[in-house]
């Protein structure tokens, strides 16, 4: 069995695993019932955010696999999420700009750099507010991408950044009404969920 296959059974495995039996007289009806909510709510979560998992199962069914296969499969890693050539890393804790920016280095990725309205309304659909990659604390107002390229298209909230007693890092703030203006400044030192991204 190549690899791609043994991948593929095992995340089968993982999505269709049985309770096991001798386990079983110990759930009772209710417990059963959210277990299985819990199989849908991810299945979901697996169409709604193209993961790999979703572009591997497609290119297995194509008759022939073509090189986007290998590019998949190499950056298909467990818990990023995939959109418009780009994989996407959602946090499941809080912390500082900094140290969230450093987890993403960790990872071979770096915070999110928002490039267009569709890369926008993707992360805003992720309802999460979280630490982007953009950052005025070189100098106060002018405000950079972690690739040091400047901002140009801004989908800032009304009456922000206003610098609020200083805060030099953005966030994308999810809650509010457009999708299209929902970033904030806040102080880098505050803990937030964060999102890096891997151009792919
Ligand atoms: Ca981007
Ligand atoms: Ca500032
Ligand atoms: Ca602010």
Request: charge should be negative.
């Amino acid at each position: 069995m190549d690899r791609k296959h043994s991948k593929l059974l095992e995340m089968s495995e993982v999505i269709y695993a049985e309770p096991d039996m001798t386990k079983k007289v110990k759930f009772d009806r209710g417990e059963m019932e959210e277990r299985i909510v819990d199989i849908y709510v991810s299945a979901d979560t697996l169409r709604d955010s193209e993961t790999c998992t979703k572009r591997e199962e497609t290119a297995d069914t194509a008759p022939n696999n073509g090189p986007g296969d290998q590019h998949s499969e190499q950056h298909c890693q467990e818990g990023w999420r995939y959109f418009d050539s780009s994989l996407y890393f959602l946090s499941t804790e809080k912390k500082t700009w900094e140290e969230s920016r450093q987890d993403c280095l960790e990872r071979g990725a770096d915070l999110v750099i928002i490039n267009s309205k569709e890369e926008q309304t993707f992360l805003f659909n992720l309802h999460l507010r979280a630490w982007i990659g953009l950052t005025d604390s070189v100098t106060e107002g002018t405000w950079k991408w972690v690739d040091d390229t400047s901002l140009t298209t801004k989908y800032w909230r009304g009456g922000q950044p206003d610098d609020n007693g200083q805060e030099d890092c953005a966030e994308i703030y999810y809650g509010q009404d457009d999708p299209v203006q929902t970033w904030n400044d806040d102080n880098c030192l505050k803990y937030h969920d964060w999102i890096c991204e891997k151009v792919v």
